[in-house]
């Protein structure tokens, strides 16, 4: 069908669209913000197309334009087709993790987000797409996490559906992180600098209005300052008042009150009255009090700004960690210089002396220490050698190192971590949603109480009612409401981020504060999980040399603990030899010949097939003892354990002192598990258990009103993680239990538990005495304000000081 609006040009006088040049029907409001300015638009169609150009960044298309656009679909397809390019596998490999089947997983940068029911607006927004599996944003970075099925919908209508309610997305680089901190900053610095510039020259013509009867000012002077003073307070509203203004506009375009609308309402009518007052010359003018307003409005949300950039600089300073080129290796040998996205899997890589890891890897070449202090908390660089494993992020400290990479971009450890914590950072505890909700509808009832308030004042003196309507606006602060808990989050997070302990939902801090029992396993829990020879006793004429190197030679290709670790002891104490017709034994040991005799490592059942005779012998509960055999003859017995970790006993010492009750469950031996238990002086030790019965025990726990915190690092621990209240694994555990925790002791030290109990109950004061704060300042801001003791300049100190106490409250947590 034709567009008969094509044919028709405007007649003189008559409004054009800005877009395409036609008429602007009669009673139509449809309005964009183009190069700074609202335009008028003719139609749906055109405002849609010039805000997906305007958000698409593509503003220089109306400035290099010859003529308007007669055909608004062609832009429209032009706007799609450059947000369709994200679209593309080349694209996404810097910032798309591929999860599952068509499931896939991006970081993408947003602009426009000023306080929590932005990012609430958001994220209910992008969550309704079909596709969409989740979607949070983190507070601090203003960093989005979202999980969409490529089947359903493509990342393309994600960016378009956030561009559609007022907001910019970008895929996350950190160096566009870093631009859009910058932007941020100088945007704000230059609103505040035109804003305090003005001010001053406004506050100098209001003395001499204030001294007037003093100065035996005329009337024409004074109206003649009138007007000066109107023409300096128009910029700071126009243009520093933006900051307040859009957010608002932007917010009840989509039928929601924002925290801003209060702002913008006070700003707009201490203006507006002062003009009106200026053009009738009958009243008062509070063009200080306007200006003085929004300088201290700005001021706050320059501080605030700062504050929330400090608080998420964590998961900024962890995705810095990662190279943007590494030194690949060629198919003809040399060593070139490419981007890091550019690395696949398979390929080889040089990391010098000095220079950090570019993607994970496994060491083929080389020995050196690696520092991965930002990742695990630990200091102490630790020695990598062939075979070991290195995360992109690490620093090669030492020696040339060769690396076969295994996973690049969004697959690494840390875009992992960073992925969680932002998970962590954007989640909230309970306390904290009933306080959005409050705030949200604090908001509707802060709006109702000015209207009948006013009402009051008209009836008892009007001269006073719209002043004192500015006052109750001005005063009132729900943003603080909703800043309490997710600044004091987001500073938590990456302090026990710092100490080595992962937070991977927000959510656990709170349970975490309430915990009164930690359930422990044991292997690879409290113990190294790693089994070590701890003595071998020969029992002939061969020496411990000998004995080495026939045990090294027999475990050389074993896969079994007990065989690692005797492998591991012969190995460093021996010279090599051959070893053939070896044959392993199932749940038995290993059988071969070394020079022509046979010679064999095993238990007592394997010895006992062989009709070796064994000397009696006493081994402790935790001990295990495999004996070698030449023949027939027992010519040796090695006693392995498995050691307590160093701070076990610390770990368990700092739980008590902190109230907690400590136990173990365990499927080792009971008495094994009972005398660990005696170790480490643990509440209650049972051992035996099955993974049911471990979760029987803690939901037993459960019923009895205990808060549960549970340990674990195995694959039949992840039941009775998912099954605790909350639950914490182990670095080195399978993923299998990383995945069913609410937290990850990246760096395996135990003792961190306590700490994490005892910070996370200080992170809940905080946030208590956040929204403590918030509420009475409030309660007692609006009847002040409502009776008429509070000037707006006055209203606007106390705003700005109640959000940036909170702020200020919540980074006192960092020096926990």
């Keep these: 069908m034709t567009d008969t609006r094509l044919a028709t040009a405007p007649a003189e006088g008559e409004p054009s669209c800005f877009h395409c ?78 999860r599952e089947g068509d499931r896939r997983e991006a970081s993408l940068i947003l602009e426009g987000i000023v306080c929590a ?64 901190y910058r932007r941020e900053r100088h945007d704000m610095m230059r609103r ?25 000012l005329s009337d024409d002077l004074r109206y003649f300052f009138w007007w000066v003073s109107l023409v300096l307070s128009t910029p700071i509203v126009l243009y520093s008042g933006q900051a307040f203004f859009r957010p608002a506009w932007r917010d009840l375009r989509q039928r929601r009150v924002s925290m801003d609308l209060p702002v913008s309402l006070s700003i707009l009518l201490a203006y507006s009255g002062s003009v009106y007052a200026v053009l009738t010359r009958s009243g008062e003018v509070y063009f200080d009090s306007v200006t003085m307003f929004v300088f201290l409005l700005l001021a706050g949300r320059f501080l605030e700004q700062g504050a929330r950039h400090k608080a998420g600089e964590l998961s900024e300073s962890l995705n810095k960690l990662v190279p943007q080129v590494a030194n690949r290796f060629e198919p003809d040998g040399s060593v070139a210089v490419v981007p890091a996205f550019d690395l696949v899997p398979g390929d080889r890589i040089l990391v010098r002396p000095g220079g950090p890891v570019p993607a994970d890897g496994v060491v083929l070449e080389g020995t050196s220490g690696v520092n991965a202090a930002m990742l695990t908390g630990e200091s102490i660089p630790e020695t990598k050698s062939v075979g070991d494993e290195v995360s992109a992020g690490t620093l090669n400290t030492e020696s040339p ?20 914590i932002d998970r962590a950072q954007s989640q909230k505890p309970r306390v904290a949603e009933v306080a959005d909700r409050f705030a949200r509808k604090f908001v509707v009832g802060l709006l109702v109480t000015t209207v009948l308030v006013t009402g009051v004042w008209l009836v008892i003196d009007p001269s006073r009612a719209f002043w004192i309507a500015v006052a109750i606006l001005a005063i009132t602060c729900p943003c603080s409401l909703s800043l309490a808990t997710p600044a004091a989050i987001a500073v938590s997070v990456g302090r026990l981020t710092r100490s080595g302990l992962l937070v991977t939902r927000g959510q656990a801090l709170e349970t975490l504060a309430k915990v009164t029992h930690v359930v422990f396993d044991k292997t690879g829990t409290l113990t190294s999980g790693e089994l070590v020879v701890r003595r071998v006793e020969p029992l002939g004429e061969i020496d411990e040399d000998r004995l080495g190197s026939i045990v090294s030679a027999l475990e050389q290709y074993a896969d079994h603990p007990v065989g690692r670790a005797l492998h591991a002891w012969g190995e460093g104490r021996s010279r090599p030899v051959q070893a053939g017709d070896v044959e392993s034994r199932s749940g038995l040991g290993v059988t071969g010949r070394i020079d022509g005799e046979t010679f064999a490592v095993g238990n007592a059942r394997l010895m006992g097939e062989l009709g070796v005779e064994m000397p009696r012998h006493q081994a402790a509960v935790d001990e295990l003892v495999v ?17 307590l970790r160093e701070d076990a006993a610390e770990a368990v010492s700092r739980l008590k002192a902190a109230g907690v009750e400590v136990w173990l469950l365990s499927g080792d031996q009971p008495a094994r598990a009972e005398m660990i238990g005696e170790q480490l002086a643990i509440d209650r030790a049972v051992g035996g258990l099955l993974p049911e019965d471990k979760m029987d025990r803690v939901a037993r726990l459960q019923a009895d009103g205990a808060r549960v915190l549970m340990v674990g690092d195995g694959a039949n621990d992840a039941p009775v993680l998912a099954r605790a209240d909350v639950s914490m694994a182990m670095g080195g555990g399978t993923a299998v239990a990383k995945h069913s925790a609410d937290m990850v002791l990246l760096n395996d030290r135990v003792v961190e538990t306590a700490f994490a109990i005892t910070y996370a109950r200080r992170t809940m004061s905080v946030i208590h005495q956040n929204l403590t704060w918030s509420v009475w300042y409030n309660g007692i801001a609006i009847p002040v304000a409502a009776l008429g003791f509070v000037q707006p300049w006055l209203a606007a100190i106390g705003m700005s000081v109640s959000s940036i106490a909170v702020i200020g409250n919540a980074l006192r947590l960092r020096r926990g």
């Design 401 to 420: 190192l060769v690396v076969r990479v295994e996973k690049v971009g969004q697959d690494t450890m840390v875009s992992s971590i960073v992925r969680l």
């Design 192 to 216: 505040l600098a035109v804003a305090g510039l003005v001010y001053l020259q406004v506050m100098m013509i209001s003395m001499s209005l204030y001294f007037g009867d003093f100065l035996d």
């Design 627 to 643: 004996w070698v055999a030449r023949g027939r003859q027992a010519v040796a017995r090695a006693v392995l354990g498995d050691e």
């Design 21 to 98: 040049g036609l008429p602007v029907p009669p009673g139509a409001d449809y309005r964009a913000c183009v190069l700074g300015e609202e335009r008028d638009m003719c139609c749906p169609g055109c405002q849609a197309v010039a805000q997906a150009i305007v958000e698409a960044d593509m503003e220089d298309y109306y400035r290099h334009r010859t003529a308007a656009s007669p055909r608004p679909d062609d832009d429209l397809n032009r706007v799609l087709e450059e947000l369709s390019i994200y679209d593309r596998p080349e694209m996404q490999k810097s910032f798309v993790a591929n």
């Design 117 to 180: 029911a932005c990012i609430w607006l958001s994220e209910k927004h992008v969550r309704q797409l079909p596709g969409v599996e989740s979607f949070s944003v983190n507070f601090s970075t203003h960093r989005a996490q979202v999980v969409w099925d490529n089947r359903q919908v493509k990342l393309s209508d994600i960016l378009k559906s956030i561009a559609a309610i007022g907001y910019r997305a970008y895929p996350y680089d950190p160096n566009r992180q870093d631009r859009v």
